[in-house]
């Protein structure tokens, strides 16, 4: 226990330190008192020595977190030629490649810079660098290259609930990102300039990249061999997005990367190996030191298992963990499994404070303290004790039960997703990915080089050992009630529910008292949490107009006082772009905000800035009417929205062939057509134009409307363009926004929707300057971040979200 209060004191360290931006101990005192002073005198009361420890600990763990939150960077660090075009850079390549469809990416130690203004420095900092194409000579790790490119800050899309992309970058100590192409890099390192080390390093990774071609060769680039080749040589960006869906969906994708799963499997098979060999010695074996040595020896394989798949930071946790458990066993210390897997996570986060707000590590270690007390509950009931088949299997079910118990919360909040189904896909999942496929995967690994035609034949059957679990999986997430979408799930929330996980525990156990209590607690956060969130909407009647930032594109989400949600456009990067504004920026901002149903979608116009993101809400969303214009467009990414339409039973309306209004309630949608609608030489001249009006106020919105659109809808007789506020047509370009039709509008403020620093320089300064000469307030997405629009029905707001 002494351990478990060690590392509870460096976790509560950490956490103060994450949440004191100002380097003030403030929140370090106030949760050290509530937790750690506590703890320590209940247990310790006598010990005076762990108590001052724990304080240290808790120091500690502070100070080692601020490093990270808030650096202090040296004078010439990279951060300082952010933004900045046309730079000579020469840098170290410090990591692993990763394998993407188009390109690699490569973590690069920054060394020197030459300036557009030709003015050179010494520097440091890492950044991300992607390399495009092919070369004779790809950089490999330790090698120093030189190239002429762009750096550009990392920068997050400004919307609640949003991923903190920068801070999690910022935490791995990189600041900013480039890009180039293959043939462009010069590779400045000569032999007798790498290391040992680096020559090692380099070596593993040849034969890691060499055996990753060989499976995809192998496989045709198939996806069963996609997740093969993943699962020996950790490269797991090489699978598809439909295939990690499958997975998240059936309650496997745990499986999918490096991780403790995978790594207690290879050691077992190593000890086990190490184990029945030294057995044959007696001398070793009534020593008892067969075990001993056999788990002395295990250690060595697996840690060139752990750099032969990129050491990835989940994978080097799980080494840690792993490497202390066989330790404990080793030492005859693997009955106080507790306290090694608290050594384990004091080593873990001593190397890297960071990793106690990883979603793997907390997964991790919910994971396995679920499945140990789980356990202790089948021993205090006597259950699974007999060594038989059906008691393994028994016990396998079980602890298959308890991970997924565990892991549950954390994955609802993180990845919005509950899946039904996961028991039964990991009692068929594990065995076949992880006894099956992986050592036979590691066959593979020995015999690929010099008996290639063995290798393959195993390849291939494995192969189809994954189809099969494709196929199988498939068939479970086509059931009902299968898997299901979730909305973000608060800490609160996650803090109530283990809570009520431990009062069943303590129940079964026999502690009846103490369950009780813990239960009233759970119910208590419930019911204040209900509370909160129903006073909150019961006080707010306003029409909520939310304009989200997508970077180059547009997308809105319109709240009504009645409760009915209206998204237009869902943004979206060009077709060959990997990025889904729908699954990583508006999908997280409807979810944080606790929608699961969406009554319109409105799509002004099927160019991909607006259609993309649409895809994934479609198909992930309870969506009731999809709002379109004629427009068709001739691509992979309209048809499969058509598709999803029909899949999901969503009905498709155009206002224009139909009654142009919709009433909903006190909230009406009033769409415009004009006499030369159809312009059939530009799709962004036929958007659907409509002006959303609550009592008194309302707000345009043009989608991307040229010149000539809108000199038509401002000589129509008896349409009202007047509007309290504007949605910027076409994002702000000098194709649109014509005095004729501001003054028509006569707006007093104007959003718009752009990207940072994008490349068609939106908006256009001469924009910029019309609307000023008009008195019009502007509000950019680039610059302010999402922007919040609210009305009572006579007077509004406009809010940022980096001014909130």
Request: with cysteine; glycine share 6%.
């Amino acid at each position: 226990m002494k351990i478990l209060s060690i590392f509870c004191s460096l976790t509560a360290g950490i956490l103060a330190g994450n949440f004191s931006a100002d380097h003030t101990f403030l929140y370090f005192f106030a949760v050290f008192s509530l937790f750690i002073l506590p703890w320590s005198f209940f247990y310790y009361k006598k010990s005076r020595g762990i108590f001052i420890l724990a304080v240290l600990i808790s120091v500690f763990g502070f100070l080692s977190i601020q490093t990270r939150v808030n650096p202090g960077l040296p004078l010439h660090h990279i951060t300082s030629y952010l933004d900045t075009k046309d730079n000579i850079i020469t840098g170290k390549i410090v990591s692993f490649a990763k394998h993407h469809k188009r390109k690699l990416t490569v973590t690069l130690l920054c060394q020197k810079i030459k300036t557009k203004k030709g003015i050179q420095q010494d520097i440091t900092g890492r950044i991300k660098l992607s390399v495009y194409g092919k070369s004779k000579q790809l950089p490999e790790y330790g090698d120093i290259i030189r190239f002429k490119s762009s750096i550009k800050s990392i920068r997050n899309f400004q919307n609640p609930g949003a991923f903190d992309y920068q801070r999690y970058l910022k935490l791995k100590k990189i600041y900013g990102s480039t890009w180039t192409g293959a043939e462009k890099i010069k590779i400045l390192t000569n032999d007798a300039q790498i290391d040992f080390f680096s020559k090692l390093i380099r070596k593993i990774e040849e034969l890691r990249v060499r055996c990753f071609h060989f499976i995809l060769n192998q496989t045709g680039y198939s996806n069963p061999g996609k997740i093969m080749a993943s699962l020996i040589t950790g490269k797991k960006e090489i699978i598809p997005i439909e295939i990690r869906d499958l997975f998240s969906k059936a309650g496997i994708s745990h499986l999918l990367a490096i991780s403790g799963l995978h790594l207690s499997i290879v050691s077992l098979l190593f000890f086990s190996l190490f184990y029945r060999l030294f057995s044959l010695i007696p001398a070793l074996l009534i020593a008892g030191k067969s075990k001993k040595i056999a788990g002395i020896l295990t250690v060595a394989p697996l840690i060139l298992y752990g750099i032969f798949t990129g050491l990835s930071p989940s994978c080097q946790r799980a080494l840690i963990m792993i490497i202390v458990l066989i330790f404990a066993l080793i030492r005859e210390k693997e009955k106080d499994i507790i306290s090694s897997l608290s050594f384990a996570g004091i080593l873990i986060l001593i190397m890297d404070p960071a990793a106690l707000f990883s979603i793997s590590f907390q997964l991790s270690f919910s994971a396995v303290v679920f499945i140990i007390y789980g356990a202790s509950l089948l021993k205090h009931y006597s259950l699974m004790l007999h060594n038989n088949i059906w008691s393994k299997l028994g016990l396998m079910v079980f602890i298959t039960l308890f991970a997924g118990l565990g892991t549950s919360p954390l994955t609802a909040h993180y990845f919005n997703i509950v899946s039904t189904i996961t028991l039964v896909s990991n009692l068929i999942a594990i065995p076949v990915l992880g006894f099956i496929v992986l050592p036979l995967g590691l066959v593979c690994l020995v015999f690929f080089s010099w008996l290639p035609a063995f290798a393959g034949f195993i390849i291939q059957v494995c192969s189809q050992i994954i189809e099969f679990l494709i196929k199988f999986s498939q068939l479970l997430v086509s059931l009902p009630f299968s898997w299901s979408r979730t909305i973000t799930i608060q800490w609160v929330e996650i803090v109530a529910i283990y809570m009520g996980f431990t009062s069943i525990f303590l129940i079964l156990k026999g502690y009846k008292k103490s369950s009780i209590a813990v239960l009233v607690l759970s119910f208590l956060l419930v019911i204040s949490n209900f509370v909160n969130i129903s006073s909150k909407k019961a006080f707010d009647n306003n029409l909520q107009v939310t304009i989200i930032d997508v970077g180059q594109g547009s997308s809105t989400l319109i709240q009504t006082p009645g409760g009915q949600n209206i998204l237009v456009d869902g943004g979206g990067f060009s077709d060959i772009s990997t990025f889904d504004t729908g699954r990583y920026i508006i999908a997280p901002f409807l979810w944080k905000k606790r929608i699961g149903t969406i009554d319109y979608v409105i799509l002004t116009h099927p160019e991909s800035d607006h259609l993309n993101g649409l895809l994934f809400i479609l198909d992930n969303f309870s969506v009731k009417i999809l709002i379109k214009n004629r427009d068709s467009r001739d691509s992979t990414t309209y048809d499969n929205m058509m598709k999803i339409c029909k899949k999901n039973n969503i009905k498709i309306y155009n206002p224009l062939e139909h009654d142009k209004n919709f009433d909903l309630n006190s909230v009406k949608l009033r769409f415009f057509n004009s006499s030369k609608e159809i312009f059939s030489y530009n799709l962004n001249n036929n958007s659907l134009v409509f002006k959303l009006i609550y009592n008194n106020f309302s707000m345009l919105f043009p989608g991307d409307i040229l010149q000539q659109r809108e000199k038509n809808l401002s000589r129509l007789m008896g349409i009202d363009l007047h509007s309290d506020v504007i949605l910027s047509p076409h994002h702000g370009s000098s194709s649109s926004s014509i005095k004729v039709f501001l003054e028509k509008v006569s707006p007093v403020s104007v959003v718009i929707s752009c990207g940072w620093h994008n490349r068609y320089n939106f908006p256009d300064n001469k924009v910029l300057k019309r609307y000023n000469a008009m008195g019009i307030n502007i509000f950019r997405t680039d610059e302010n971040g999402a922007v919040f629009v609210s009305s009572d029905g006579k007077n509004h707001t406009i809010k940022t979200f980096r001014n909130e």
